[in-house]
């Protein structure tokens, strides 16, 4: 008798590490935008000045992953992303939406259905108009994306933010 075959779509279970807390993107909790379809993403605060400032995680889901079984390129450059964005916020202090003007990606290594991946901001240049990273996305202690990310800083310090809900 065969054994049985998994589903492949089944989930596999997050347990993010100590200290990461599920990212809310919605501000009203009712709005579903396309950061909320990738999977549940985790954040985490460190020590402001050091590379932990802000680290995004997400477990590999079967989902998430291409036909040979590897996370999908378009999930990797969708966290790199959010993680330029927010991590620049978080390292800077903006506090404002920065949209991506123009983003590199180098897929270094796979990563497989359960792995913990996080992602890392390391800001570069901020200017009147724009602000420069390097995002890494890590297995452990391996490297499995490089990004560079150039962001629009905009000027009016409200730009970005979304209209208060009605109440």
């Given at each position: 008798m065969d054994a049985p075959v998994s589903n492949p779509a089944a989930s596999v279970a997050?347990?993010?590490p100590p200290g990461f807390r599920p990212i809310n993107f919605s501000?009203?909790?009712?709005?579903?935008?396309?950061?909320?379809?990738v999977?549940?993403?985790?954040?985490?605060?460190?020590?402001?000045?050091t590379p932990d400032a802000f680290v995004m995680g997400f477990r590999v889901q079967p989902h998430m992953c291409n036909p040979v079984g590897g996370l999908h390129g378009g999930m990797m450059m969708?966290?790199?992303?959010?993680?330029?964005?927010?991590?620049?916020?978080?390292?800077?202090?903006?506090?404002?939406?920065?949209?991506?003007?123009?983003?590199?990606?180098?897929?270094?290594a796979p990563a497989r259905v359960g792995d913990?991946?996080?992602?890392?901001?390391?800001?570069?240049?901020?200017?009147?108009?724009?602000?420069?990273a390097h995002i890494f996305l890590t297995v452990g202690e391996r490297r499995i994306l490089r990004a560079s990310s150039i962001m629009k800083v905009p000027s009016d310090p409200a730009a970005g933010r979304a209209p208060p809900a009605k109440s």
């Open positions: 997050e347990n993010p501000r009203d909790g009712t709005r579903a935008d396309f950061n909320t379809h999977g549940t993403l985790y954040g985490k605060r460190g020590e402001k000045g969708t966290v790199a992303d959010l993680v330029a964005g927010m991590g620049t916020n978080v390292h800077t202090g903006l506090r404002r939406f920065l949209p991506t003007v123009n983003m590199t990606f180098d897929f270094v913990w991946v996080e992602g890392r901001c390391e800001v570069v240049r901020v200017t009147r108009n724009l602000a420069f």
